[in-house]
Nanobody, 124 residues
Framework: QVQLVESGGGLVQAGGSLRVSCAAS????????MGWIRQAPGKEREFVAA????????YYAVPVKGRFTISRDNAKNTVYLQMNSLKPEDTAVYYC?????????????????WGQGTQVTVSS
């Protein structure tokens, strides 16, 4: 099992940048494909980005492609989400999640382990 703790959320103006981090503990971090999922007020959770165990493959949802970058440092047991050109519609709680599946998970339901979330608010 793996435990996940997000950090780095906050308030930023539209067009700005923010990086959120997720520190993992427990079972070997490199065993898991990792992802970021977000939930805006009144909406369902939606997939944002995912990265493979080694970090060689990444996947992005259409609304964030070209603006967000997911990365991981297996030596530090940490996954990151760099968010650039932020828009008010990016406002959400951002969750880090882990999947032990053999393929990278690109849907919310494929993730078995979740962090507590970190709030990202983008003002217009």
């Amino acid at each position: 099992q793996v435990q996940l703790v997000e950090s780095g959320g906050g308030l930023v103006q539209a067009g700005g940048s923010l990086r959120v981090s997720c520190a993992a503990s427990g079972r070997t971090f490199s065993y898991y494909n990792m992802g970021w999922i977000r939930q805006a007020p009144g909406k369902e959770r939606e997939f944002v980005a995912a990265i493979s165990r080694s970090g060689s493959m990444t996947y992005y949802a259409v609304p964030v492609k070209g603006r967000f970058t997911i990365s991981r440092d297996n030596a530090k047991n940490t996954v990151y989400l760099q968010m650039n050109s932020l828009k008010p519609e990016d406002t959400a709680v951002y969750y880090c999640a882990a999947s032990g599946r053999g393929v990278v998970a690109t849907t919310v339901g494929e993730y078995a382990y979740w962090g507590q979330g970190t709030q990202v608010t983008v003002s217009s």
